[in-house]
């Protein structure tokens, strides 16, 4: 049976790239799950609890793929940010739920949520963070760079659309 052409670009991609078809994106896209590798055959029965163990408390923190500081305690990279949704869009409070793959999300009053996490690399997060870039009322992370770069890309979105500050025109 022949094929049905070009096997689909996944939408994560096309998000990275800007959308070049500007074509509606595929928001029922399966996702796999964050999960720590496999633990290698070859090693000792010690090594393989010992294995076990780390990668447990690592999907706990993972947020993509990078893990290249994961062992050390203080690795870990702390967020926060707070996000306007009015009382009829719960769309969006269902898009941060089922979107997010770590963290939670609390409540602060009628139309302010936080969502707290702490992952292995806030920059993983950045392409996630900039679909709610309209509602984010404040953003802090503790890897300053990380956070000086969304709101570096925060400023060059307003400057394109001629925008001073959120909200002014």
């Known amino acids: 049976m022949a094929s049905r052409g070009r096997t689909p ?5 096309k998000q990275l790239e800007g959308n070049p078809g500007k074509r509606q994106l595929n928001t029922n896209e399966p996702k796999p799950k964050q999960k720590a590798p496999t633990c290698p055959k070859w090693l000792d029965d010690e090594a393989k609890k010992e294995w076990k163990r780390l990668a447990k408390q690592m999907e706990q ?8 500081r994961w062992l050390a305690a203080d690795a870990l990279e702390h967020v926060e940010l707070v996000v306007r949704i009015s009382s009829d869009e719960p ?9 997010k793959r770590c963290g939670r999300v ?3 009053d009628a139309e302010h949520y ?3 996490a702490d992952v292995h690399d806030a920059g993983e997060m950045l392409p996630w963070l900039r679909t709610f870039i309209g509602r984010i009322e404040s953003f802090s992370c503790s890897n300053k760079a990380v956070e000086e770069k969304f709101w570096q890309d925060l400023a060059e979105v307003y400057a394109m659309y001629g925008v001073k500050k959120a909200g002014e025109a």
């Open 106 to 108: 609390e409540k602060t």
């Open 61 to 68: 923190h993972l947020w993509g793929v990078s893990m290249n």
């Open 9 to 13: 670009k996944p939408t994560a991609i």
């Open 91 to 99: 769309y969006i409070l269902q898009c941060l739920e089922r979107e």
């Open 114 to 116: 936080r969502f707290i």
